[in-house]
């Protein structure tokens, strides 16, 4: 996607910070350690660069919040990558418990490592992610720290609730509708409602101002995923770069599916009897558009995005940084990969 | 052990403040999280009571330091739960490294609920510690808040590095001895020198006790394990419940053996040659003695003992509290168990 000069300039700043907090605990003895870390945040091993590493489109929400509030975005960086150690920490266990033997096109770190490093990897990275936090005392305040730890916290929890969820209906063909907002709430919206409250918290601005950031990195989050599980069955194979029906391949538990499921009508027939096979798909996914489900999914992402459109609109967005942060959000909404 | 009144109220408060922590995050869709956690804490499921808990000492260590200060120990209730969460975290998480199907006599998490969900309530749990710890705040101040969270977070990095030492060097025979002691300094002393260290700190004493304080927990710590290592050969087996040679069985880096290989002598010939049966175990001891692993790890354990008995002295513990401390101190260095 293009990125704004501000956008840039923030990008290298999030990356020396990471760079700085993983490797102030770097010792001799247990440089080992270190070197998963290093390998997971796509600084070492091999196929390292942008695409090792992800998007920090997290930590970048953070630093364009502060910035859209007119405060000085500088002082959010402790924040910011505390989030994003927060999500890389996730994603660590997370390929654990999915036993996925890729991430962002490389082995994971239970593959090249084991599980038991993999968890105690993870555990690192979540204790760096506080201790990041905590430098937010030296560039705000006291008050402002414990409300951001807070902040964070909650929405660790919330990431456990979620993914507690995902695990839980995972041998299971189907999960109530319910189950689903919970599910992705904490798996997806809970992290990126931190991200524009931290932002917003950092950037001095006042409750409803706060408040309303909040709002928009929660339906952001909520819309970012719905919009993931309609291109995972309708997304366009050859932007997508994977097989459009993967997701009914897998039998990933999204909003379409679980839609037509609890129509219980030939689509939920065909489901319940076991996994799907690739030839089967063109007739599967023309059964779920007759059924409804992709109307009712757009409908759904719709409606989010005008909501998270609306607090963005409610949270007065300022300067060069709102520009940017509008643009993001509108990437994050439209894409089509 | 004989607990002194004092001890006993703290033991009740301690609970009473875990069970309210853990609680608070229970909801009706995720309730199969709360289970596991309560599981996990002994309120819940088979054979549940004290030896389903555990001794909770190290938030007693918290609070009688604090009281030992002569500061008010309810104060640190915050930061004694947010230790004994680190702690089960730590549990949870190691259960699953080593493949331990028991916990306090009783089926760990991951052999009832699968290494996915185990995996996640030990991050959960992780969660809460922090979310307890910011209670500080309440009945201490912003400032004693962020101090306390950065010494649990140091300790808990700490931890994933004896961690990351022991699962490291798991399929090897040996360790350096210098690799032992940073591995028991992660896995056991940084915590109990998180405890006494926060106790002080929320007691609102002098720089000078506060790191008599420090010193005090880090030599329990290390007292306490190189203690255990011995246990582990010579303890009897009538006193112990279990066979007196299971370390040697189970093949556990300790430091007697640790010793004897250094010297490479008959002892670590056998070591070398792979796993050690029963009827090799009187032998074998013996050998471990002439070498002289037991005088030497003996000499050990009295030289850290008395370590922490002069940081005890030095931090001039007072009243009831100081009385405790002192008394606790004695029964974990002389324990036969």
């Known amino acids: ?9 923030m990008l290298t700043a999030i990356e020396n910070e990471l760079l700085e907090i993983v490797t102030r605990t770097r010792e001799p003895d247990h440089d080992g350690l270190y070197r998963m870390l290093a390998y997971h945040m796509g ?14 489109i997290r930590p970048l929400l953070v630093l364009l919040t502060t910035g859209a509030t007119g405060g000085e975005w500088k002082r959010a960086l402790p924040a910011a990558v505390a989030v994003e150690l927060i999500h890389n920490f ?17 082995p994971t770190i239970w593959k090249l490592w084991g599980s038991a490093q993999a968890i105690n990897a993870g555990d690192a990275i979540y204790s760096l992610a506080q201790l990041a936090l905590l430098r937010l005392e030296g560039t705000s305040n006291a008050e402002i720290t414990i409300q951001a730890s807070q902040i964070l916290q909650n929405a660790c929890q919330k990431l456990t609730q979620g993914q ?8 299971q063909r189907g999960m109530n ?13 809970a992290l990126l409602a931190a991200c524009t409250e931290l932002g917003a918290l950092v950037g001095f601005t006042e409750a409803h101002i706060q408040k ?20 995972g069955i309708w997304g366009d194979s050859l932007i997508t770069g994977k097989s459009t ?8 538990k999204t909003l379409p599916v679980l839609y ?20 089967e798909i063109p007739a599967l996914v023309t059964q779920l558009e007759v059924e409804g489900a992709r109307a009712f999914t757009q409908e759904r992402a719709t409606e989010i995005t005008r909501k998270a459109l609306k607090a963005l609109q409610a949270a007065e967005v300022k300067g060069e940084a709102g520009e940017a942060l509008t643009n993001l959000t509108e990437e994050l909404l439209t894409r089509q990969v």
């Open 90 to 106: 996730s994603l660590i266990h997370d390929d654990i418990q999915d036993n996925s033997p890729l991430r962002r096109g490389r």
């Open 212 to 231: 309303a950031y909040h709002s928009f990195g929660y339906h952001l989050g909520l819309a970012f995923q719905v919009r993931d599980d309609l291109l």
């Open 43 to 56: 600084w070492e091993g091999e196929d390292i660069g942008p695409n090792a590493r992800g998007k920090r």
């Open 260 to 279: 037509a499921l609890s129509k219980n009508g030939p689509f939920a027939k065909r489901w319940e009897q076991g996994a799907i096979t690739p030839d």
């Open 1 to 9: 996607m293009p990125i704004q000069p501000i956008a840039e300039t």
């Open 164 to 171: 507690y969820l995902d695990i839980a209906y995972e041998l």
């Open 177 to 189: 509708l319910e189950s689903y907002w919970s599910m992705i709430e904490g798996k997806t919206a």
């Open 245 to 252: 029906q993967s997701d009914l391949i897998s039998g990933k």
